[in-house]
C-alpha cells in the first residue's frame, strides 16, 4: 500500500450497487488520505455496510492507538511470517474503496506528487481541471 490515497467518488448510491451493500452513509470526497485518518471500509465482520474505519494497522503488543507501532504497509512475501500481521489475516480483513494512489518523485526542490489512476476514471470538468 501507498502513503496517500484518495476517495473522490462520493455516489453512495453507485458504491451500494457494486459491493451489494444494504447502508452507505453519506460520503465525501477525500484527495488526499494519510495513515490514521478517517477511510470508507468494508469490513468482514460488517460485509454488507460501508463504515468509517481509521487507517493503519496499530499491533495488539504495543497498547495504544497513538503509537509509533503504527504500520499501513506489509510485504506479501512476508505477511503470514511478521508477528503483527500473522494473526490477523484470516480475520480481519477490509476493502478500502480507492480510486486513485500518490507516489513521489525526487526533483531538485524536494519531493513532487504524482497521483496515478485507471485511465478510464480519468475525466476533466468543464475548467479542464
Known amino acids: ?23 452507505v452513509p453519506k460520503l465525501e470526497a477525500q484527495y488526499n488520505i494519510a495513515p490514521t485518518q478517517g477511510v470508507q471500509a468494508i469490513l468482514n465482520v460488517r460485509p454488507d455496510e460501508l463504515v468509517l474505519a481509521r487507517w493503519g494497522l496499530v499491533p495488539g503488543w504495543s497498547g495504544e492507538i497513538n503509537t509509533s507501532f503504527s504500520m499501513i504497509n506489509a510485504r506479501a512475501e512476508t505477511l503470514l511470517e511478521k508477528p503483527a500481521y500473522k494473526g490477523l489475516i484470516g480475520q480481519k480483513r477490509c476493502l478500502i474503496i480507492a480510486d486513485s494512489f500518490y507516489e513521489w518523485k ?23 481541471v
Do not use: H
Not at 6 to 20: L, V, Y
Not at 118 to 125: I, S, Y
Open 106 to 128: 525526487k526533483t531538485g526542490n524536494g519531493k513532487e506528487p504524482y497521483r496515478i489512476m485507471l485511465k478510464a476514471q480519468f475525466t476533466f470538468d468543464k475548467n479542464g
Open 1 to 23: 500500500m501507498c502513503g496517500r490515497f484518495s476517495q473522490t467518488k462520493a455516489d453512495g448510491e453507485k458504491i451500494k450497487k457494486r459491493f451489494r451493500l444494504k447502508k
